[in-house]
């Protein structure tokens, strides 16, 4: 699968995992899911995240085995979430300065940022000073969406 026009054919979807799809590049279908409230990318090739502006459900996105994330501007369209809660990213070649869109995010409550050392996770950690997201079945109870992996 290269292309990922064919989701916007379920406006109503509410949860969505998209893992290990390596051909993957164009997330920009995705942020015209309107109803989309946690979205799960996981091992994909993108390397950088789309504006999801628009995704004003959006309260939850886990990035993670991201490895082609290295720009300091690769999540900057993630932090245009309007509505974003939670966070959780494990990218071990992301820049500490890439969670620099998030300090001081209107709406984000919960992050985990995990960059592969201690040093620049201690540095995120300090940037921030927000408490790990919550377990991924409690926050699927919370908001009453089933979450398949």
């Known amino acids: 699968m290269t292309n990922s ?3 916007t054919h379920i406006p109503t979807l509410r949860y969505l995992a998209l893992r290990r ?3 993957l590049s164009d997330l920009t279908p995705v942020t015209r899911l309107r109803a989309l409230q946690w979205l799960w990318l996981e091992t994909l090739t993108v390397d950088r995240l789309p504006d999801f502006r628009s995704s004003t459900m959006l309260t ?3 990035c993670l085995g991201m490895r082609h994330l290295r720009h300091p501007a690769a999540l900057q369209g993630l932090a245009a979430a309007p509505q974003l809660r939670e966070l959780l990213v494990a990218a071990p070649h992301l820049p500490v300065d890439a969670v620099v869109p998030f300090v001081g995010h ?3 409550e919960r992050a985990e940022i995990v960059l592969g050392s201690h040093q620049r996770d201690r540095d995120v950690d300090d940037l921030l000073r927000l408490p790990p997201p919550r377990p991924d079945r409690q926050f699927a109870a919370m908001h009453a969406l089933t979450r398949v992996l």
Do not use: E, I
């Open 60 to 62: 939850r996105a886990d």
């Open 106 to 108: 209107p709406t984000l």
């Open 5 to 7: 026009d064919w989701l």
């Open 21 to 23: 799809v390596r051909k």
